[in-house]
């Protein structure tokens, strides 16, 4: 599966911004998809998951209420809306294909990556 991310960019701390990530290549309704973010000198950390319907979503305690992942089946396309955005949720910000219909938090399971977007919230 080949993962193309758009969106990001530089924002001031309160604000929006929206990520989509499109994918091709398999039949994306069979795999649960993610958001993953990486801040230089950190491990890659969970954000956002959903099942591969997305019925199921998931989120890290620290983006709960703030971030919404969705999917669109029909376009093979997985978004996640940030609001308001604080100055540590800057990194560069990954799609993923999860290995199974379930979600996961932890990046062992996923097979294939976006090629992952910077985010900047200024204070």
């Known amino acids: 599966v080949q993962l193309q991310a758009s969106g990001g960019g530089l924002v001031q701390a309160g604000g929006s911004l929206r990520f989509s990530c499109a994918a091709s290549?398999?039949?994306?309704?069979?795999?649960?998809m993610g958001w993953f973010r990486q801040s230089p000198g950190k491990e890659r950390e969970f954000v956002a998951a959903?099942?591969?319907?997305?019925?199921?979503?998931y989120y890290a305690n620290s983006v709960k209420g703030r971030f919404i992942i969705s999917r669109d089946n029909a376009k093979n396309t997985v978004d996640l809306q940030m609001n308001s955005l604080k100055p540590e949720d800057t990194a560069v910000y990954y799609c993923?294909?999860?290995?199974?219909?379930?979600?996961?938090?932890?990046?062992?399971?996923?097979?294939?990556w976006g090629q992952g977007t910077q985010v900047t919230v200024s204070s």
């Open positions: 993923a294909r999860n290995n199974v219909y379930d979600w996961s938090s932890t990046t062992r399971t996923y097979v294939d």
């Open positions: 959903t099942t591969g319907s997305g019925g199921g979503t």
């Open positions: 290549g398999r039949t994306f309704s069979n795999y649960g």
